[in-house]
């Protein structure tokens, strides 16, 4: 059953890389580690619309708060936050 | 030399000239040609002036246009019809071609005029470097054609009417020479100036010729009056920018760093002046030197100018640093690229020599006045004094906000704006259409304004089609050419082919439109994100809400929260930060235009094309950030009664910024064979 799960969350989570990795048009996968918003990966239309995929794909309703781009700064962060 | 030196009404009562002269003046329907002329027709002698124009009527009309503008801003009258008809002598032609396009049966007339001077004023005032064969054409080849037909009609002396900042980066003491060869420049402008110096230089060497070079610094408006007189360049242009996009600035709570010395002193010289220096220099022969600066002897630290614009535009955000640490902001890169032109002013310190005697000191007190005068001008025009609101109910009895300038006998032009857009962005076409039209726009309902109910199931083109029907019923207009911006050219598709009867002729600027099956019209990065993201906003109000605090809601958020914030802001298109500021600034109205764009993205296949038969220009801009060019190519095909103009280094905001486009639809909406906007360029100084 927990194998069952980390299935889904790992397939959606990486749903939501290769939603980013078209969005940025880039070839090569997103580094995990790579800070989204300080490389530019993201501006502010886009940054939106991947909070919305993020809440989508992970069940959840982000809250704009003073943690969430703590939260959200690159894939890593949104894997462990989000996806676990 | 006159009493007071600078004083023109002393000057043109004196016995200065003589009835036999005879000047050629190009730019006269510009700024500074244009006060030049106004000025020097109240002095004996003839002026031949240059003009583009289809016929002598329309040459003689944009003249006295101009000159009528220079005289309000005077608070003078009008210059009589007999010294026109008696001193001014237009001549049909344009820089850009030999000879200036002018024929040989009036090429031998003006050798036979006694011309002593060439006084040449205009100029491109374009400034970046990517449109430097556009500036060349001009500030270049149109010197070289000018000197030419100077030398066949034997015209012993070219008056140049250069800039004081063809020093370009140079700092320190400017002097009246020609600069050294590896001068840089802040810009182009500024770089085809100085070639242009050197270019008359070698030419008058070769052709036994004399040149006087005359550079004004930062010209403003009379002293007398301190009105803009007319110009929007140099200061009027910085400030002008800055009351564009002080809603924007007003949301920035962090510094708006521009790069350039802090102490650096601004040179500010009202037109009349630079007038007087002019014809004074002609009253002494023109002295013993080529080069005359026409400065004032005053100067005014740059950092307190922009404070005092600040100060009148209601903001204070804005620094001079030498250097940007950190990120270099949206919100910078969206001010550096309005007001790029203009770092050659703060970029370095510059004190420039003058031989010529010394005018009266403008002050630091006097820039603020001329700032202040000027953003209520500004202001009058948004207010009312340009358009005249009204309320207008609709077909639903809904009321609608309309505006309308210029007079009601003339031929109507209705104006549909892009969706939720303000009427700011419409404003500089409907004046310049409003010269020779009954001009009217409206707001669309929603956005910007708030105040009536959100009605989704009426959320699409035909709502404002019938808008417009209603705003034509009002005014008892059977028929009316209509003007689409943007979507608004969405609206103008829907009305004509649901109102065919009602349109006279229909011109699409930078159409946004949703032609789905033609698969091959690329998008911008501009579209594709919002037509990505607006549909989810459409669905979903909190999406809005969660935009607006992500982004404008960040009022408690801790420094680091702000750099992150700051950082998402960096990477977002300047453009797009311009043309979404209005709509994406509350949820309600987000939510309100993300359904009607996300409706419009969602209209027939044809876009409403089909079966349209009426007269349709369809304009489209090579530089366009927001809607792709190849929509426009495609748009034409589509129509079937439509001809395509694409201008080249001209983006969404074209119709905006260039005064060229007004003249192109008002050719098309007469029905006179119209002209690319190229064609019809005269910018002058």
Known sequence: ?????????????????????????????????????????????????????????????????????????SLQAIKENFFQ | ????????????????????????????????????????????????????????????????????????????????????????????????????????????????AGIREVWHSAASLSFRWEDKDKIDATNLLGVENLLELASMCDIPRIVYVSTAYTAGRKKGNISEDY???????????????????????????????KSTIVRPSIIVGPESTQCSGGTRFGLYGFCQEMYQMRDTLSQVKKTLRLVGDRDCLGNFIPVDHVVYDMLYLKKIGFGDQTIYHATNPNNIKILDVMKQCEKHNGIDCIDIVPVRDGKVSSFENLFDSKTKFY?????????????????????????????????????????????????????????????????????????????????????PLARRLSHNHFVITWDTRWVPALTQAFELDKCNSLTHAKDLIAILDHFDLPKASIVGWSSGAQVCLRTMQEFSERIEACVLLNGGVSLKNDSD?????????????????????????????????????????????????????????????????????????????????????????????????????DQDEVTHPLLAKALKQKLANAELVIEENAGHFAQFYDEKVAKMVSDFVNAKQHLTTQQVEAECL
Not at chain 2, 20 to 47: E, M, S, Y
Not at chain 2, 387 to 407: A, E, L
Not at chain 2, 546 to 566: M, V
Not at chain 2, 600 to 621: I, S
Request: proline share 3%; glycine share 4%; net charge negative.
């Open chain 2, 179 to 209: 600069h050294a060869e590896d001068t840089e420049f802040a810009n182009y402008y500024e770089a085809s100036k100085c070639a242009a110096e050197k270019l008359v230089a070698n030419y008058i060497s070769e052709h036994g010729m």
């Open chain 1, 1 to 73: 059953m927990s194998e069952t799960l980390d299935l889904v969350e790992e397939t959606s989570f990486d749903t939501l890389c290769s939603w980013l990795k078209m969005k940025a048009k880039r070839d090569e996968d997103i580094p995990l580690d790579l800070n989204l918003i300080e490389n530019k990966l993201v501006d502010s239309i886009v940054f939106v619309e991947f909070m919305m995929m993020l809440e989508e794909l992970a069940g959840i309703q982000l809250e704009v708060n003073e943690d969430l781009l703590k939260k959200v700064y």
């Open chain 2, 1 to 112: 030399m006159s009493a007071t030196y600078g004083n023109l009404i002393e000057f043109i009562n004196q016995p200065n000239f003589e009835d036999n002269d005879a000047i050629f003046l190009t730019g006269a329907t510009g700024f500074l040609g244009g006060h030049f002329l106004f000025w020097k027709l109240q002095t004996p002698g003839k002026v031949y002036v240059l003009v583009r124009a289809s016929d002598a009527d329309n040459a003689r009309q944009r003249i006295r246009d101009n000159l009528e503008v220079c005289a309000r801003s005077y608070n003078l009258p009008m210059l009589a019809d007999s010294v026109l008809n008696e001193r001014l002598i237009c001549v049909i032609g344009e820089l850009k071609s030999s000879k200036l396009g002018i024929s040989e049966e009036q090429i031998a007339e003006l050798a036979q």
């Open chain 2, 521 to 621: 019209i690329p998008m911008t990065i501009f579209e594709e994100n919002l037509r990505s993201l607006l549909p989810k906003i459409s669905s979903n109000r909190r999406m809005a809400e969660f935009y607006c605090q992500l982004i404008y809601g960040n009022q408690n958020a801790n420094e680091s929260d702000e750099n992150a914030i700051s950082s998402i802001l960096t990477s977002t298109d300047p453009y797009l930060l311009y043309m979404t500021s209005m709509p994406f600034r509350t949820t309600e109205s987000l939510f309100r235009y993300a359904n009607m764009m996300n409706n419009l993205f969602h209209e027939p296949e044809d876009a409403y094309t089909t079966g349209v038969q009426t007269r349709t220009l369809v304009f489209g801009c």
């Open chain 2, 343 to 427: 770092e050659g002013y703060y970029g370095t310190q510059k004190l420039f020599e003058r031989s010529l005697p010394p005018h009266k000191k403008i002050s630091l007190s006097d820039i603020d006045n001329y700032v202040r005068l000027f953003v209520e001008e500004l202001e009058a025009e948004k207010q009312g004094t340009i358009f005249d609101r009204t309320q207008v109910t609709s077909w639903d009895n809904q009321n609608i906000t309309v505006n309308v300038i210029g007079d009601p006998a003339k031929t109507p032009i209705v104006i549909a704006n892009a969706y939720g857009m303000p009427v700011d962005f419409v404003t």
